[in-house]
């Protein structure tokens, strides 16, 4: 197989996958490297490179952060499992898609607008983007294989994402579960003893007192959130 | 205040896909204007909103559609202040996930054109007609298509359309295009004021109880903005970029990702209008090549040169943006002259034409028209000859 696009660093200004004549794989296909292939193959080289690539990390976005939809649920338990069956894996979400100021807490999150920062800083080879809305996946994805040498993995509920080595589309949480027999397996292969273990707390959060938190405490962005259902907010600024 | 009340045809109305609205649904023969094609057509869209700003030749179709308005086929119309005001209005209503359309011409179109610019990094999913006109100065109304060339640059998807029947299958798969996940940017249909838009032309159109399918405004590649979707209000616009914590890169990638989004269109202009080009004679040594009103007359020129046994071939170009670069080069690969006629001054369909191809230079550019001017088929005939090496006797 030809590679078209690999992990970087691509350099300074990369040149984006579409135009390098990426085209997205057509429903029952998907990507391995800027080429159509069978979902199983792209999936299979997926594992080896999280089982095998340094600090490997799940990124889930905000589509899989909130029970929204149906389906959410089911893929969000579904990652999960797939997570306790990585050796050493790590989650950090993409909880929104803000700048983050003054300075982004690495150890904690991720955000579309300087994904490298998070990469580089935790030293991540290879990494899944899973519930970002594709807009910001592909800003993302680009900007990884612009500075980094990160292997990346976009499992996406749409149509998928050509910057990605590898890229799965029309997501469900089957998919997700077909994905993990296949770390098993690929782990079986190479030898790797690993007992099934949830990947650990985030460590840079808090455990978090809500039960006094009213509207009101969110100052600026009160008005980004919604009331519970009856509540009457009566705290001005 | 109070509301009036409007027939409620959609609760009647079945809703289908494009595909099937454009390619299976049976049609019947209309002789309508442009305008009326471009109105039947949102008609059919389901549409929720549309908000526009009157400007000659746009008017007519605004006006259409606040009568479909009036009859129960649209959710809400509004007149706004102006064009900025007008497309100000759109990016804020497709936040909201709902489907839109807008219209404008010449001077309208330049007038809304920051906000127009501001619609594909933002990733609205609107469609809008232009009618086009000259801009001023000195002031008039009559048609040219001059306003298309800055909006070229604004990272829309491009439709430009020949007669009333492309205006209302444009408009129609305009709807279905820009609301695919992996375009979702606005997409445009152009077509010539006073000579499409005021004219009549058969149009064979499916029945109006057909309509398509719903907005799905969450099958997105950004969040819609509102209160029933969480995270409530999720923000998605990044805010004002500055050195101290933003990457440039996130500007240079934000804009790749709009052309990207763009060229992404191309497969569905296949699916849906049958590719970006049509070919007549493929194997002809000369070419007319022409968009729009253009191609029209070219179509007549190609049809005169065949009567007088000239071998000459026509290429229609339906889509501006993405160029269809690829299947230019296929159809001119042992072509000998391409001829561009065009409606405006500048020649952009001519200059987008010699940057597609290698040899550029077998480019004629023109002839031109503009300022409200028709395009007369002989002067099409004058370069056709010229490119044959014969002498033309030209009375206009």
Avoid at chain 1, 149 to 176: F, Q
Avoid at chain 1, 183 to 206: A, D, F, Y
Avoid at chain 2, 138 to 143: A, E, G, K, N, V
Wanted: net charge negative; hydrophobic share 40%; aromatic share 8%.
């Amino acid at each position: 197989m030809s590679k078209i696009i690999t992990e970087g660093p691509a350099g300074y200004m990369p040149q984006s996958a579409p135009s390098m004549g990426v085209e997205l794989a057509p429903t029952g296909k998907a990507l391995l490297y800027g080429n159509i292939v069978e979902e199983e193959e792209a999936m299979r080289d997926a594992a080896r490179a999280m089982l095998t690539k340094e600090n490997p990390t799940i990124f889930p976005g905000p589509q899989v952060l909130w029970d929204w939809k149906e389906d959410v649920a089911a893929k969000a338990a579904a990652l999960l499992e797939l997570a306790s069956e990585i050796p050493n894996c790590k989650i950090i979400p993409m909880p929104d898609y803000r700048p983050k100021y003054p300075k982004i807490d690495v150890k904690a999150e991720i955000n579309p607008n300087h994904p490298n920062l998070t990469i580089l800083d935790n030293k991540i080879k290879a990494c899944i983007f899973v519930g970002v809305h594709c807009h910001y996946a592909n800003l993302s994805l680009r900007m990884i294989r612009a500075g980094t040498d990160c292997y990346t993995i976009a499992l996406c509920a749409y149509m998928g994402h050509e910057e990605a080595m590898a890229s799965i589309r029309d997501l469900h949480a089957e998919n997700i579960t077909r994905f993990k027999e296949i770390v098993i397996e690929e782990r079986n292969k190479l030898g790797i003893e690993w007992e099934t273990t949830l990947p650990p707390e985030n460590p840079s959060l808090q455990k978090e007192d809500n039960s006094s938190l009213s509207p009101a405490d969110y100052g600026e962005y009160r008005s980004l959130i919604m009331t519970k259902k009856g509540e009457h907010v009566t705290d001005v600024e | 205040m109070s509301a009036i009340e409007r027939p409620q045809p959609n609760k009647t109305k079945t809703f289908v896909d494009m595909d099937y609205l454009l390619h299976e649904a049976p049609r019947e023969q209309h002789f309508i204007t442009g305008a009326q094609a471009m109105a039947e057509a949102v008609k059919r869209a389901n549409v929720d909103m549309a908000i526009a700003y009157p400007i000659t030749p746009q008017s007519e179709v605004m006006h259409l559609v606040g009568d479909i308005y009036a009859q129960g086929h649209l959710k809400e119309y509004y007149r706004a202040e102006e064009e900025l005001g007008t497309m100000s209005a759109i990016a804020g209503a497709a936040r909201a996930g709902v489907r839109l359309f807008t219209a404008t011409s010449g001077p309208g179109l330049l007038r809304g054109l920051e906000a127009i610019a501001s619609w594909p990094g933002h990733r609205v999913p609107a469609v809008l007609g232009v009618l086009t006109r000259v801009v001023n100065a000195p002031l008039s109304i009559q048609p040219d298509n001059i306003e298309m060339a800055y909006l070229m640059h604004c990272g829309a998807v491009m439709l430009h359309a020949e007669n009333q029947q492309d205006t209302f299958d444009m408009t129609l798969a305009a709807f279905a295009i820009t609301e695919k996940v992996d375009v979702y940017i606005p997409v445009s249909v152009s077509t010539e004021g006073f000579f499409v838009t005021h004219a009549k032309g058969y149009v064979d159109m499916m029945s109006e109880d057909l309509a398509y399918k719903d907005f799905d405004s969450v099958a997105a590649p950004v969040p819609a903005m509102d209160n029933e979707t969480p995270p409530a209000r999720i923000q998605r616009d990044a805010p004002v970029q500055k050195s101290n914590f933003m990457s440039y890169l996130i500007h240079s990638v934000w804009q790749q990702e709009i052309w990207d989004s763009n060229r992404r269109a191309m497969k569905y202009i296949y699916q849906y209008l049958g590719g970006p080009i049509e070919v007549v004679n493929p194997d002809a040594d000369v070419f007319v090549i022409a968009s729009g009103c253009a191609a029209a007359q070219g179509r007549e020129a190609q049809r005169y040169a065949e009567e007088e046994n000239l071998n000459v071939g026509l290429i229609k170009v339906r889509a501006i943006r993405p160029f269809p670069i690829d299947e230019i080069n296929a159809a001119v690969k042992n072509a000998k002259t391409l001829i561009v006629p065009e409606h405006n001054i500048i020649g952009w369909l001519s200059k987008e034409v010699k940057a597609a191809i290698p040899n550029g230079g077998i480019v004629v550019e023109g002839p031109r028209v503009y300022g409200g001017m028709t395009l007369p088929v002989e002067l099409i005939m004058k370069e056709i000859y010229t490119a044959l090496g014969l002498e033309y006797d030209l009375k206009l």
